[in-house]
């Protein structure tokens, strides 16, 4: 089993010159920031991610979790763990200070999750939807219940679970009873719905008003305690709301998928968000985060399978290199090998880029004080969060498949370890929204709605950095042809899908997938290429590491000509698949 060790020099590089963190540590209400604390966070972080976290990550696949007398148990270690995590204050990084946070960017946030995915990305998953919830109440909460909740939630005291998809087809209803209400229903797939890591839990529940009209339109926001809180902060009773029984999964063991029974006898107990019916309106505060953190997810669990592979293909020895040498090499030294631990370094590092700049947009959405500026920030968001969830994921679960290959029939035994990778990576393109979901949500909602209009301000973003390319350098004169012919087919893509999609929506909604796809590498390119900029800059006044700095040219080279040129055929599939997908009947199925 591989150690994991944080790739900090790869994460301060595009913190610090690629998205700008420094810039944004100067948006009103961010602590300041300075370079030597910078260091010190993501190393201390890197420490507990190598040395807490993921020395328990085999052992709790291995072990799993458990109910026992109407509590789920996690696997050995992951209390203490927690504990000391919460204790640490990294659950209160980007959260204000008024509440007991520490009031630094998300996109510092979101380079430590980095870390604790791919260290435990079971582990993790207990947190995660804590982030979003303090979000929500943040915004949306009474001055009361951020009072009662907030602090605990951000110094990690209280956690938050979450559950599926299909919100429009809620059963479980609330009735209103004095200053709260009782809820009634059973949700399925709630990640960490229980555990005994913490005193207490809190639930965000979306349930259907009493009076409320059918559908998503119908359904609120309620707070449900797994204990209720006495007017002086202790915990009260028991509330109605217990676990029924633990999924049993391929993948992420550790991570209990609770059914969650609320109010099998006299109701649970629920407090209501904001005002009634608007509960899908508050919960996509919680989504936007969230499918940030899950597509961050798919690079983390990329990077440890990268990690993995690289040791292994220089420890194992098998045949004799084609371009000449002995036999006994290691099999790193095999042009194949090779080809697949490139593409595997050079996806990750697109990757990272994106996450690190979506965060940043999050940063600007929240902290900007100019209004137009701050709308601009909020609707690039939005178009592009679909796109790091969903392209990250399928990226980063094909990553995990390469490891496996890396490894040949080793890669098939469990005792290795790769094998857990790949079924834990898999949900990452099912939960939070499948990717078809994220490919439909950045069609319809986010590029036909607006007509374009802000798929074709990313579009001019990118040429702005295609413009800064030097065609005498070979890896930036890959980057600006092959961006430059992606940005003309997703232009022609855009152009298509919004003709198209309010006469013929179905045709148009059968190309989505292959849109996204094709949002994906033109971004990640984009990326690449800023990084790229950045790294002749430091070559050309030798204020680098050579080494470093010239294997980001040849990783960005290679992401050019493997992966990006491919984005222009998928130009095809969407204009010309989307009436063939709808051609056949159901019984030629």
């Not at 927690?82 to 204000?96: I, K, L, R």
């Not at 260290?119 to 207990?126: E, I, Q, R, V, Y």
């Not at 707070?223 to 391929?250: A, M, Y």
């Not at 430091?538 to 010239?550: K, R, T, Y």
Request: net charge negative; charged share 20%.
């Amino acid at each position: 089993m591989t150690a994991y060790s944080a790739p900090l020099a790869d994460m301060r590089f595009v913190l610090k010159h690629v998205v700008g963190l420094q810039s944004l540590a100067k948006l009103p209400g961010i602590e300041p920031l300075e370079e030597d604390l910078l260091d010190q966070i993501l190393e201390e972080a890197g420490k507990f991610s190598s040395n807490v976290l993921a020395p328990l990550n085999h052992s709790g696949d291995i072990e799993g979790t458990r109910i026992e007398n109407g509590v789920v148990r996690p696997a050995k270690g992951f209390g203490a763990a927690y504990t000391q995590w919460a204790e640490a204050g990294w659950n209160s990084v980007p959260f204000a200070p008024e509440h007991g946070g520490q009031g630094l960017p998300w996109t510092l946030a979101t380079a430590l999750w980095e870390m604790w995915d791919a260290a435990n990305m079971s582990f993790t998953l207990c947190p995660l939807l804590t982030q979003a919830a303090i979000d929500a109440l943040q915004r949306h909460g009474s001055a009361e219940q951020k009072q009662t909740y907030l602090e605990k939630l951000v110094s990690g005291e209280l956690t938050e679970p979450q559950s599926g998809t299909d919100l429009g087809t809620i059963r479980t209803r609330s009735v209103r009873e004095g200053d709260h209400y009782r809820l009634k229903g059973q949700k399925i797939f709630i990640s960490w719905g229980d555990h005994d890591m913490t005193d207490n839990i809190v639930h965000l529940v979306l349930a259907r008003s009493p009076d409320g009209p059918p559908g998503t339109r119908g359904l609120s926001l309620f707070i449900v305690p797994k204990f209720l809180i006495n007017p002086d902060g202790s915990l009260g009773q028991r509330n109605d709301v217990r676990p029924v029984s633990l999924e049993h999964k391929i993948g992420i063991h550790a991570s209990p998928t609770c059914v969650m029974a609320f109010g099998e006898d006299d109701g649970a107990i629920a407090y209501l968000v904001g005002e009634e019916n608007r509960g899908i309106e508050y919960m996509f505060v919680m989504m936007n985060n969230a499918r940030l953190g899950v597509g961050l997810q798919g690079l983390a669990i990329a990077e440890r399978a990268y990690q993995q592979a690289v040791g292994f293909a220089k420890e194992r020895v098998q045949g004799r290199p084609v371009q000449g040498g002995d036999n006994g090499a290691a099999i790193i030294n095999h042009p194949d090998v090779r080809r697949m631990l490139l593409s595997m370094k050079s996806q990750i590092e697109a990757m990272r880029g994106l996450c690190y700049e979506v965060a940043a947009d999050l940063d600007r959405a929240n902290r900007l004080e100019d209004d137009a500026e701050r709308a601009a920030a909020q609707s690039m968001l939005d178009l592009m969060i679909p796109v790091v969830k969903a392209w990250c994921t399928d990226t980063g679960l094909a990553i995990t498949s390469t490891n496996i290959q890396v490894h040949g029939g080793m890669g098939f035994m469990e005792e290795t370890g790769a094998g857990q990778y790949y079924r834990d990576a898999r949900i990452t393109t099912i939960y939070e929204g499948t990717n078809g979901v994220q490919a439909m949500d950045l069609l319809g909602r986010k590029v036909v709605r607006d007509g374009g209009e802000t798929a074709r301000r990313f579009l001019n973003d990118v040429r702005a950095t295609v413009s800064k390319l030097d065609t005498q350098v070979p890896a930036q004169a890959s980057l600006a042809k092959h961006l430059g012919a992606g940005l003309t087919a997703l232009e022609a893509a855009i152009s298509w899908l919004v003709e198209t999609f309010p006469a013929d929506p179905a045709s148009a909604s059968a190309g989505a997938a292959a849109l996204l796809g094709m949002m994906g590498l033109v971004s990640g390119g984009w990326m690449l290429a800023r990084g790229a900029l950045e790294a002749s800059r430091q070559l050309a006044d030798g204020s680098g590491d050579a080494a470093f700095l010239e294997g980001k040219l040849t990783t960005a080279h290679y992401f050019a000509e493997t992966h990006l040129s491919q984005a222009p055929a998928l130009l095809d599939p969407i204009i010309g698949g989307g009436a063939l997908v709808m051609a056949l009947d159901e019984a030629q199925f």
